[in-house]
């Protein structure tokens, strides 16, 4: 099983800074990864897939990066909407496992 | 637009047994691989069953078993049976389609398994 490590567990950030999240596998997953955002109460919605093709209506500010082992998604301005539970799952071996999340809050 | 509605969730004793459905409609439901994730309250997302176009299925080891999962296409419909039911199972049931690159998403059933 293919184990993805998410770090940091907890980011406290300020309105209109940048957010850097961290998503490492334990093996290699090539492009497969995909980012997912959750806010309390609602489902995951997907931000970016392939590891870095934004879906469609997600906004700019938000980047995917990475292949192989190691990916990151980037907010460059974090807006308000922003403060929530960041996801990663691997797509190379089905179904695909999650990463244990990184929430990004308010500091 | 992809619309996956989640339903018969509930409060179930410890060892009892509870059918949760998914509704889907939007695409063509017998062409895609279908998934149930859960989330426990506070934590992170968990696989729980798939079935193939084929019908094949697949379990982790937590619900291998005790969970069934189902698909009934002319209803555009999944399901999960889940039997042996325990306090560990309390979680939000999502329904997710299977896209290739990533998933789709349901709003999710809640499931308490409580006395």
């Known amino acids: 099983e293919i184990v993805l490590t998410q770090s940091p567990a907890t980011l406290s950030l300020s309105p209109g800074e940048r957010a850097t999240l961290s998503c490492r596998a334990s093996q290699s997953v090539s492009s497969y990864l995909a980012w997912y955002q959750q806010k309390p109460g609602q489902a995951p919605r997907l931000l970016i897939y392939d590891a870095s093709n934004r879906a469609t209506g997600i906004p700019a500010r938000f980047s995917g990066s990475g292949s192989g082992t190691d990916f990151t998604l980037t907010i460059s301005s974090l807006e308000p909407e922003d403060f929530a539970v960041y996801y990663c799952q691997q797509r190379l071996n089905w179904p695909g496992t999650f990463g244990q999340g990184t929430k990004v809050e308010i500091k | 637009e992809v619309q996956l509605v989640e339903s018969g969730g509930g409060l179930v004793q410890p060892g009892g047994s509870l059918r949760i459905s998914c509704a889907a409609s939007g695409f063509t439901f017998s062409a895609y691989d279908m998934h149930w994730v859960r989330q426990a309250t506070g934590k992170g997302l968990e696989w729980v069953s798939s079935?193939?176009?084929?019908?094949?299925?697949y379990y982790p080891g937590s619900v291998k078993g005790r969970f069934t999962i189902s698909r009934e296409n002319a209803k555009n419909s999944l399901y999960l049976q889940m039997n042996s039911l325990r306090a560990g199972d309390t979680a939000v049931y999502y329904c997710a389609r299977d896209a290739g690159s990533s998933m789709d998403w349901g709003q999710g059933t809640l499931v308490t398994v409580s006395s």
């Open positions: 079935i193939g176009t084929a019908g094949d299925t």
